[in-house]
């Protein structure tokens, strides 16, 4: 991804986040993001799969949020289902889903094996320095600058559905009784796997 790409995502982020997100500590947070202490808008989503790239975690987050709109703006979630959320809950819920993976990552070289040759290349690896687990750990940064809805909470806490190492039966009642946790993990999963794919390893 370019540099002047990583800009226009970046915002466009700050556009939607500061329409959408009005609530006390909201202001303090983007501070934090946009901050040299964090590296959110430069950092890759993961290390070889959605996303592994410069800018990677801002285009997911931006990509789940488009889900989510979509998603709760069919007219079976609003009129069969009954589920509406407001907006600002839309987007604290996407567009802060995985804060946890600020100054996660780093880049770092390996040699490769290119038709016979060796290379080396960059790549990025995993350097946590808060192992507080993943939605959990988004929830617990997000918390410290603002206050989150219950359903808020428990959809950051368990977008990663069943994928995810929490206990099956903890994730599904999780997902049958707070909505939005339901429709950010399908959020989730359609902008990983349908809008972004994997990173060729090589």
Not at 118 to 136: A, M, R, S
Not at 146 to 157: G, H, N, S, V
Request: charged fraction near 30%.
């Amino acid at each position: 991804m370019t540099d002047r790409e990583c800009m226009e995502q970046k915002e466009r982020f700050v556009s939607i986040y500061r329409d959408k997100i009005r609530r006390e500590g909201s202001e303090a947070l983007l501070k934090f993001l946009m901050s040299e202490s964090s590296d959110f808008f430069i950092a890759p989503a993961s290390t070889r799969y959605h996303g592994a790239e410069i800018g990677g975690l801002c285009r997911h987050s931006l990509n789940v949020y488009e889900c989510l709109c979509d998603i709760l703006s069919r007219r079976r979630m609003k009129e069969v289902y009954g589920i509406r959320y407001s907006d600002e809950s839309i987007a604290v819920a996407a567009l802060l889903h995985d804060v946890c993976k600020v100054n996660f990552y780093r880049m770092d070289s390996r040699n490769v094996k290119k038709n016979g040759v060796w290379e080396t290349v960059p790549y990025f690896t995993i350097d946590d320095q808060l192992p507080y687990g993943h939605g959990e750990k988004s929830v617990y940064i997000v918390s410290g600058y603002m206050k989150l809805t219950r359903d808020e909470a428990f959809a950051i806490r368990y977008h990663m559905g069943f994928s995810g190492t929490e206990d099956n039966s903890q994730v599904g009642r999780a997902l049958e009784m707070f909505p939005l946790a339901y429709a950010l993990c399908v959020a989730d999963m359609e902008a990983a796997y349908f809008m972004e794919g994997t990173v060729d390893d090589g």
